[in-house]
T-cell receptor, first 114, second 110 residues
Framework: NAGVTQTPKFQVLKTGQSMTLQCAQD?????MSWYRQDPGMGLRLIHY???????DQGEVPNGYNVSRSTTEDFPLRLLSAAPSQTSVYFC?????????????FGEGSRLTVL | LAKTTQPISMDSYEGQEVNITCSHN???????ITWYQQFPSQGPRFIIQ???TKVTNEVASLFIPADRKSSTLSLPRVSLSDTAVYYC???????????FGKGTRLSVIA
């Protein structure tokens, strides 16, 4: 049981490049989400999904796209990277039906945009 | 989404009990209170969750008064390895997303 797996762990991009951060979970969780964490700051919610085919915006969605074609995968796309998107990105999942909300986090993807 | 307020930072010596209080005045009836711990370069991990009164596990205790407008995370006899950021979250009600604040940075000193 791998839990939540994020790839890549590290990535360097040039301004204007696009890329996709991958997130996969093997716990059959309905709910998945992406957060970003800037140095010394808390986590800010980018996008989330309550099930396959359903996505919604969080606190800071601009510059990012998501899709949820399967229960297992929730990729985060950066359309045109900007230095302001330099951050650590965390994917998290939980069961979507109960009020008990334990989130399971991946190890993070550290992105640097030059 | 219910907002939470907690101290930005706290210091403690090893072996002491640490209490971190979180305010959540607009908590909804169906909301639970959950605490997470985050070490540097890692994702947060679940510590404890409660709805009312007191919850205890092998790591911490969570005290919730009857009005549920605040909660206190209690860490008994902290060690250097408890140095981390602690987040208080309220929710989720149904599929409402969990929103993290800035958390409380706990520094344990030898």
């Amino acid at each position: 049981n791998a839990g939540v797996t994020q790839t890549p762990k590290f990535q360097v991009l040039k301004t204007g490049q696009s890329m996709t951060l991958q997130c996969a979970q093997d716990m059959n969780h309905e709910y998945m989400s992406w957060y970003r964490q800037d140095p010394g700051m808390g986590l800010r919610l980018i996008h989330y999904s309550v099930g396959a085919g359903i996505t919604d915006q969080g606190e800071v969605p601009n510059g990012y796209n998501v899709s949820r074609s399967t229960t297992e995968d929730f990729p985060l796309r950066l359309l045109s990277a900007a230095p302001s998107q330099t951050s650590v990105y965390f994917c998290a999942s939980r069961t979507g039906t109960a009020n008990t909300g334990e989130l399971f986090f991946g190890e993070g993807s550290r992105l640097t945009v030059l | 989404l219910a907002k939470t307020t907690q101290p930005i930072s706290m210091d403690s010596y090893e072996g002491q009990e640490v209490n971190i209080t979180c305010s959540h005045n607009n908590i909804a009836t169906n909301d639970y209170i959950t605490w997470y711990q985050q070490f540097p370069s890692q994702g947060p991990r679940f510590i404890i969750q409660g709805y009312k009164t007191k919850v205890t596990n092998e790591v911490a205790s969570l005290f919730i008064p009857a009005d549920r407008k605040s909660s206190t995370l209690s860490l008994p006899r902290v060690s250097l390895s408890d140095t981390a950021v602690y987040y208080c979250l309220v929710g989720p009600s149904g599929n409402t997303p969990l929103v993290f604040g800035k958390g409380t940075r706990l520094s344990v000193i030898a």
